[in-house]
Every structure is written in structure tokens, then in C-alpha cells.
């Protein structure tokens, strides 16, 4: 089982014990109910790869995150809206 989506399209609890039963041999995520905070049971099985999440870690992503701050940041000393409001 291999999840990078979204931990809502997952029953965490169900696949906890499925994999218990290990019925599916193994599992892979990067993405968790309750993030950050890992639901302990998933440390005490062999088969199962965890990750943080890095699906946005492109060359690309990164540099349009930069220039979105930049440009935030920006507008934000010239008085202007911000384009991403930060609460």
C-alpha cells in the first residue's frame, strides 16, 4: 500500500490493523492523520516505510516558493495586499 496523496484517502486505523495481520505485506506514506504527530503503532511494524512529506520538492516548486516570499515580503513593505496572507 502506497499513499502520497492525501491521509484522508487512507482508514488509518483499518490499514494499522491490517498490517498487523500483515495483510498488506507492506505500506509506504509520507502523509499522516494528525501530522505531525505519528500514530505510534506504525513504529513497531517491519514492513512499513515512513516519510516526511516531500511530494512539493521539485527544483521548480522550491524556486516558486521563493519568489512567492519575495514578492510577499515586497508588497508587504510597499503597503500593498498581500498575494498569500499570513495569520
Known sequence: MINI??????????LLDELEKKRPG?????V????????????TLDKVLLQPRVASATVE?????????????????QSLPLLIPVS
Open 26 to 30: 507492506s505500506a509506504a506514506h509520507d
Open 32 to 43: 499522516f492523520e494528525g501530522e505531525p504527530n505519528l500514530t505510534p503503532r506504525f513504529l
Open 5 to 14: 496523496a492525501r491521509a484522508s484517502n487512507i482508514d488509518e486505523e483499518a
Open 61 to 77: 516548486t522550491c524556486k516558486a516558493m521563493g519568489v512567492l516570499v519575495f514578492d510577499n515580503l515586497s508588497g508587504n513593505f
